[in-house]
């Protein structure tokens, strides 16, 4: 389960000076975003030492900005945006924020063709498609999760960034890690990938995917084909891995996952009864969603409409195809 393996004392660079600036002080109000919704898929499951939720309802991330690490906190008391950010790359997090909180996204070109998406889209007016415009945060974690149980690449994940990560600047109310630069992710040493759970494969992807850091992280401003083509020029990184960046990366609304164990099959339960489709089949029943097929996808999985599991529970990013 998550969170089995204790954080290993090793030395890391002390935190960097930090400076914060807040921003939403004044009372500004927050359009109709629901935070949880948008902010969500960018947590690496419920020990994420990158990213958490705290009682107050605040979401805190730890990010590796071009202009160095930063800490963000946001929240929405009363409706009211309230955000701050710590460290060298505060500045940049605050002047991301509305991308991440989805302003670039166009719900209004969404439209509904089947039930099951029409109530969830109703019930949940709030979702709305962020972008990081961070490309490698999203790139590692996705390849950790290639062909293994979520629990076990969320386990990978926690364990890498508390050992050879940085603690996050700012005053986090629980300790948050900044994850590795791409010269420390390079540096890791193979017993380190080997006590993480992460075998060769996956952990030559990550070597090979760092050693470029820069052009991958240029696709963050790319339009989805070439930003996806642009990722899959790394050996080891194919469409599932490349969806699940770039939905997130770049908030791409047609990013839809293929090669995934259960998506096929939650689809066309969805939309036609048949928990047996494939990926061709799914596609051919997204084909009205033609250009917002990650945002119908991503509504039938909030809809609970899936199909009845006959085998131990499982989640569906489980030994996911490349």
Request: no cysteine; hydrophobic share 40%.
């Amino acid at each position: 389960m998550a969170g089995r393996f204790p954080p290993r004392r090793t030395s890391v660079p002390p935190p960097r000076a930090e400076t914060a600036t807040r921003v939403g002080g004044s009372g500004a109000p927050l359009p109709d975003v629901d935070l949880a919704l948008v902010l969500g898929p960018l947590r690496r499951g419920p020990w994420d030492p990158t990213f958490r939720r705290t009682p107050d309802g605040a979401h805190w991330r730890a990010s590796r900005t071009p202009a160095g690490p930063g800490t963000l906190r946001v929240a929405s008391p009363g409706g009211v945006l309230d955000a701050a950010a710590w460290g060298p790359g505060a500045d940049w997090l605050l002047a991301q924020l509305p991308p991440l909180l989805g302003s670039l996204d166009d719900p209004s070109l969404f439209t509904a063709h089947h039930r099951v998406v029409a109530e969830s889209l109703r019930r949940r007016p709030g979702l709305r498609l962020g972008r990081t415009g961070l490309v490698l945060e999203s790139l590692i974690p996705s390849i950790l999760e290639q062909k293994v149980t979520t629990d076990e690449a969320y386990r990978a994940w926690r364990r890498l960034v508390q050992t050879h990560g940085e603690p996050a600047p700012g005053p986090a109310p629980v300790p948050l890690h900044v994850m590795p630069d791409p010269r420390t992710w390079a540096l890791i040493p193979s017993w380190d990938w080997h006590r993480a759970g992460v075998d060769n494969k996956r952990s030559s992807t990550i070597l090979r995917a760092v050693r470029v850091a820069a052009l991958l992280e240029e696709a963050a401003t790319m339009p989805l084909a070439s930003a996806s083509a642009r990722l899959q020029l790394i050996p080891g990184i194919g469409p599932w891995t490349a969806a699940e960046t770039l939905q997130r990366s770049n908030g791409a609304p047609d990013a839809v996952t293929v090669g995934d164990l259960h998506l096929s099959g939650t689809v066309g339960h969805a939309l036609a009864g048949d928990r047996t489709t494939n990926d061709e089949a799914m596609l051919k029943l997204l084909a009205p969603y033609e250009g917002q097929r990650h945002r119908a996808t991503r509504l039938i999985l909030l809809s609970g409409h899936t199909p009845p599991r006959r085998a131990p529970r499982m989640y569906r990013n489980d030994i996911a195809r490349l």
